[in-house]
């Protein structure tokens, strides 16, 4: 691996968000994650996680709550304190119409296995049911009025058939008679105190399934509505579970994040009992959500991370922190040697630091020249609102960011330790969901993109902002919104989220090319090369392929060796999510996930596919600095079994963690952007405390 020197940044500090509900659809294979802030996260869940994009709750809105999330097919509902049922536009990345429910709180929702309908269980104890229609939805009725907030529903498969719970209480309901057909009482730990029912299935056969605040999972019979068996499965409250798509297997967990895995036995007399099996700790914290599907499962709570599982076929477990997607985040200031901290309310303008030394040990931190780096200025968001993306010129002097509810550019003029910031009235301007800074024609452009295409403004060497060019979606041969892109100062590579790619000449907005695409898996990330030859994309399989941006066309590189990929490399269970060319060596390109860095060499042969992995270096970045400047690379003695592997054109480090995001800066520097897990650990709150190994 050649040798960088790496600025360790580390003072980015992200605001842990926990995550509330989780929702799967198996038909569209999407994943929505919401978090504590409100806000929803779309993954594709084809292969591996990809987080697609991210829903901003309003601006200024007092009513925004979600409280439980149900997909029917590709459309995506939430309930919450409001009273209301919010469905969601996934182009616009905003909510979309709101339905009013009978009255009270909607603690939760659930969509039955046709798509047809939705049932939500509200806090004066009503469950109201809507049909689910292409203009939207439609209210039918409401079911028997019951003692108590209902906080949990399952539909039978039938369609016909509700399990719902409540203080003390398990219903199952018929929807044509609106009575319920069975009541099942939990019972007590303690005589005044409640027993709150937090999470219920059901399965074909009316075996309903519960959790409660007693740390019990419970098997009922629906028909006769009798207790088979209570299971004392965690030490405390159990939050959530979930059946896999046989049935055969159920799943629990809570605030005691022990999952417990639960599946069925057969009797000597055919009778099926549901027995405990395997169990295993998946977090630190309480769990609040978890999802089965056909070939994974996906679990979420308070330590913020979403954790994906393959068990118990294999007991492995991911872990992906919650960092900012890729048009939020961080974005580099190359000739200006700074960078833009972008946060949920606020934006961060830093000057890097330097340093002389260009030798040293690998993994030694290096002195800088002058002192850490300079916070250049800080600007705040209005309350209520919400930073959407944002951009950053390559020369520093311009800025621009857009929220959930205002488009805002604005001029930088930096000294030694502080900027002034001016702000531009940007014409006829509306929130968007990308913004780009670039040089043209000794002039600084800027461009937004919505869902409804892209609009184009020059700025004047007055300041004055004028409209240049606007094209639409169909202007750009794109069927949905744009979910990723990269540029530099005359080319443009641009992919919708059906993951169309088209390349778009800056200088007279004209496409390019239409690249090839990959059915079987989703684009994890984009990269164009300095020269705007060749665009680098990376797929949720693990895969990647390289493509003549001018002939829209496979290069040889990825007809013949982009082939070659270790099986290793393959089954990683975490895509790439960054691309970096490393623009005075056209042959070399970085991609990252959150914790492995791997360089592409092209001018060596690819690794055999039964070929292992191997890592160059440790994690060896220190923990107590802020920001460092440290070198990192390979140092092999010669003629070393591991060098002859490394010689290979694809090698690995795991230098850095929780990675948000990985820049080329100039010769041999990069800016490496990480939030390390101690920073994020110490904003949750206290876990369940368990007594371990006889120590308290």
């Not at 409640?194 to 519960?210: A, G, H, K, M, Q």
């Not at 623009?583 to 070399?588: I, R, S, Y």
């Amino acid at each position: 691996m050649p040798s960088f020197r790496a600025h360790s940044v580390r003072f980015y500090q992200l605001e842990a968000k926990a995550i509330t509900c989780i929702a799967h659809s198996s038909s569209h294979a999407l994943l929505a994650v919401a978090r504590s802030d409100s806000s929803v996260e779309i993954w594709s869940t084809l292969h591996t996680p990809v987080l697609q994009f991210v829903i901003h709750p309003p601006p200024a809105s007092e009513d925004v709550s979600v409280e439980s999330l149900a997909w029917a097919g590709g459309r995506l509902f939430s309930c919450g304190l409001h009273g209301q049922v919010v469905e969601y536009d996934l182009d616009k990345r905003i909510e979309a119409k709101r339905y009013p429910v009978t009255s009270g709180p909607a603690w939760c929702l659930a969509v039955d296995r046709s798509c047809t309908r939705l049932a939500v269980g509200t806090e004066d104890g009503f469950v109201c049911l809507f049909s689910i229609s292409e203009e939207g939805l439609e209210y039918e009725k409401v079911l028997d009025r019951q003692e108590g907030r209902i906080l949990c529903a399952s539909w039978h498969p039938d369609s016909v058939h509700i399990a719902t719970g409540s203080t003390d209480t398990v219903r199952l309901w018929n929807i044509e008679t609106g009575h319920p057909t069975a009541r099942m009482v939990t019972g007590r730990s303690e005589r005044n105190k409640e027993t709150i029912v937090w999470c219920v299935r059901v399965t074909s056969d009316l075996t309903v399934i519960s959790g409660d605040s007693r740390g019990k999972t419970s098997f009922w019979n629906g028909r006769t509505g009798t207790l088979m068996d209570s299971i004392q499965s965690h030490k405390a409250d159990v939050l959530t579970l979930t059946l896999s798509a046989d049935e055969t297997t159920a799943y629990s967990t809570g605030v005691d994040p022990t999952l417990m895995h639960f599946q069925t036995v057969v009797k000597n007399d055919g009778r099926r009992k549901w027995v405990k099996s395997l169990h295993r700790v998946i977090s630190s914290h309480d769990v609040r959500a978890v999802v089965a599907t056909e070939t994974m499962m996906y679990s979420g709570g308070m330590d913020t991370y979403l954790t994906v599982h393959n068990y118990p076929a294999h007991r492995t477990t991911v872990r992906i922190p919650a960092l900012p997607p890729a048009s939020t985040g961080v974005k580099l200031a190359r000739e200006a040697r700074s960078l833009l901290l972008t946060y949920s309310t606020s934006l961060q303008l830093w000057r890097l630091g330097r340093s002389s030394h260009t030798t040293g040990a690998i993994g030694s931190v290096l002195p800088l020249d002058g002192g850490e780096p300079v916070k250049l200025a800080e600007i705040g968001v209005k309350q209520g609102e919400t930073v959407t993306c944002s951009a950053v010129h390559s020369g520093g002097q311009y800025l621009a960011y857009s929220t959930n509810a205002r488009l805002r550019l604005l001029k930088v003029a930096s000294s030694s330790e502080r900027a002034e910031i001016s702000r531009l009235s940007v014409p006829d301007s509306e929130p968007c969901h990308h913004l780009c800074l670039w040089s043209w024609s000794g002039q600084v452009r800027l461009m937004t993109l919505s869902s409804d295409g892209l609009n184009v403004y020059n700025i004047g060497e007055d300041d004055s902002i004028s409209p240049v060019h606007s094209l639409s979606l169909a202007d750009l041969g794109l069927t949905r919104a744009i979910g990723r892109l990269d540029h530099n100062n005359d080319t443009m590579v641009l992919a919708d989220v059906t993951d169309t790619v088209v390349s778009l000449n800056l200088d007279t907005l004209a496409i390019i090319s239409r690249f090839p695409g990959c059915t079987d898996a989703n684009i994890s990330s984009m990269g164009l090369s300095p020269d705007s030859k060749t665009c680098f994309i990376s797929y949720s399989n693990n895969k990647f392929i390289e493509v003549d941006v001018m002939l829209g066309k496979f290069t040889k590189f990825s007809r013949e060796e982009a082939v070659k990929l270790p099986k290793n490399w393959l089954s990683r269970r975490t895509p790439v999510t960054n691309i970096v060319h490393i623009e005075n060596n056209e042959d070399l390109i970085l991609m990252n996930d959150h914790n492995i860095l791997a360089v592409l060499d092209k001018d060596k042969e690819m690794p055999e596919p039964s070929s292992k992995l191997f890592f160059t270096d440790p994690r060896a970045t220190p923990d107590t600095d802020t920001c460092s400047v440290s070198s990192f690379g390979s140092q092999m003695t010669s003629g070393s079994k591991m060098e002859q592997s490394l010689s290979a054109g694809l090698r690995m480090s795991r230098k850095f963690d929780h990675l948000v995001s990985l820049h080329h800066l100039d010769k041999d520097e990069v800016v490496a952007v990480e939030v390390k897990p101690s920073a994020i650990e110490s904003q949750l709150p206290p876990s369940l405390k368990q007594k371990k190994f006889g120590a308290s």
